[in-house]
């Protein structure tokens, strides 16, 4: 007997499923791409519960039949190719015929649609398995998809997800990305109710871009134009001194698909070498556009990776492109600097630049109110690359693990001694004789009773913020001060979100915040005693480690509180005085917790004075 069948199609389509449907975001990526597909120019979405609850997408493309609506979630039925040769000249998003049968093999799926003007139309419906109802129902011309309870049946699929945060993030990056390459195509979204983007048709690319990117964003890129033969490359690239983290603002398109591109991002890299940093990147949106045969689309079931036929051309004109719009753009800011005092950032030497932001520190006053930057809302985030590299230095995941018992063994001695050396301080107080010294200018020393306890000024400053913080939140007992000059920021709509998710708390820290209109926000008021605001420079960094998702604690107020003080502490490289040195180890000290900084890495260490009388053998 064959022990060899053909799998049924219900199973099939749950393999395929597989493939296709990742999580909700992939959901609205091939429901966005059959209704642009469908000829649609206004798009609807909406979810709730991060997706998982409902996904709908709704679009006023040219619509199905009847016959269509109840063929469309079968298997690999497209009314997009018919034959192998066809798999050579697409110009749709899809082709595979898959998505349908995917999405609605792993959900509560719905499809209305009516190709008609008079409003009738057709409704499928469809439980995991099969049809369900099938039934005339009344609708617009264009299709509405309604996805419910995903995953319902699939739940090891359900555990792979991320928080709803993560989920929500990667559905409106899924839509950003259209949009992005859409320009003059219309897009709402809808999320638990809540209006998150509406762009009406662009009247240029740029503009669509810039509501996308952010207007401060936008002032710190520059456009990008090339050609060779039938490929043309266009989009915008950020000046070198504005670069990000990671990739997540880079955007690639091949023929308006969104695309990892191996050849793409390499070329990208390489036409910032030596002009960034290491492990920083350009900002990027670049839309390739070449014949539908230079480029091989099958290669990948979500559609997320292309093959192009000829990789070395590409490569070389998109660098190319990449590097004349930089240069272009550094000798027309040559020839209007007047400013006698140049902005680091401004250095034309490349390799400076570099060596910038590898010391990483600003010069902030930490207990004195410094020198005031002229800086404008616009310029000011052309110096957070500085921020960027320093914390991305300093909060490197630790290489040795908490559970290494080498380790625990190790610093059970120093950290007993430490702890006497701090309980021996709170005590008494520090005498007027105390020696402090400033080592690395970031390090402090001071000589205490029967030994040395070091400070890493940056770790303690943090520490002293966040329980500061912490308290203030829990209290309620925000302490603002107004400025004087309100300032506007312009957020990207990730940021936006960030803000929106977070105002209570960030009000309770004593910011004074309002939305604005579109996606700015307007600032009347800071934390009293903060002295590195820099013209809002600091909310933008703390907005960047919500989106990034890379803060440390368990609650969203905890996790704001240790943004805060990463990003207001005194950072490493800054000279402090004596009186400085001094109040930072007495409010360190005056902690609860004055061993660690909020990421877990130590604050102090002590040197007994035992210690190195053996280092000399004097015992
Ligand atoms: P594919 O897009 O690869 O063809 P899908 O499973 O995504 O496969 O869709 C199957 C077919 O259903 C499409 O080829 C198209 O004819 C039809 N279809 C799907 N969504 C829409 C829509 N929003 N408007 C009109 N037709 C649609
Ligand atoms: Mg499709």
Known sequence: MAIIHVLSDEVTRRIAAGEVVERPASVVKELLENAIDAGARRLFVRTTGAGEELIEVRDDGKGMSREDVELAPRNFSTSKISSADDLLRIT??????????????????????????????WKVSIDGKSIVTSEPASHERGTTVRVRELFFNTPARKRFLKSPLTERKRILETILSFALILPDVEFHYVDDNRHVLDFLPAPSWRERVASVLGGTTMHHVVPLEGEAGALKVRGFVSLPAYTRTNRMQQYLFVNRRAVRERTLLGAL??????????????????????????????????????????????????????????????????????????????????????????????????????????????????????????????????????????????????????????????????????????????????????????????AAHERIIFDTARKQIAEQSPVSQQILFRIRLDLSLAELEAFRGSREVFEKLGFDLEPFGGKSILVRGYPQGLRNWDEGKLLLQIFDDIVQDRLPGDTVADRIAASFACRSAVKAGKKLNLEEMRMLADQLFSTENPYSCPHGRPTIHRISLDEVERWFHRR
């Open 92 to 121: 749709t998003y899809g082709f595979r015929g898959e998505a349908l049968a995917s999405i609605s093999a792993v959900s509560r799926f719905e499809l209305v649609s009516s190709e008609r003007s008079d409003g009738e139309g």
């Open 269 to 458: 890299q390489d036409a910032y070498r030596n002009v960034i940093p290491f492990k920083r990147f350009p900002v990027a949106v670049i839309a390739l556009d070449m014949p539908p045969d230079a480029v091989d689309v099958n290669v990948h079931p979500s559609k997320m990776e292309v093959r192009v036929r000829d990789e070395r051309m590409l490569f070389n004109v998109v660098r190319r492109a990449i590097k004349q719009s930089l240069s272009a753009e550094s000798e027309s800011t040559l020839s209007v600097t007047v400013d006698p005092k140049p902005r680091r950032e401004d250095a034309t030497d490349p390799a400076g630049r570099a060596g910038v932001a590898s010391t990483g520190s600003e010069a902030h006053d930490l207990f004195g109110a410094g020198p005031r930057e002229n800086a404008n809302v616009i310029s000011l985030q052309e110096r957070i690359k500085d921020a960027y590299s320093e914390y991305v230095l300093r909060h490197q995941p630790p290489e040795r693990s908490p559970f290494n018992p080498q380790l625990s063994l190790k610093t059970t001695e120093p950290m007993e001694k430490t702890r006497e050396a701090v309980e021996e301080w709170r005590r008494r107080g520090l005498g007027d004789d105390a020696l402090f010294w400033q080592f690395n200018a970031a390090y402090i020393f001071v000589q205490v009773r029967g030994g040395i306890v070091v400070v890493d000024q940056h």
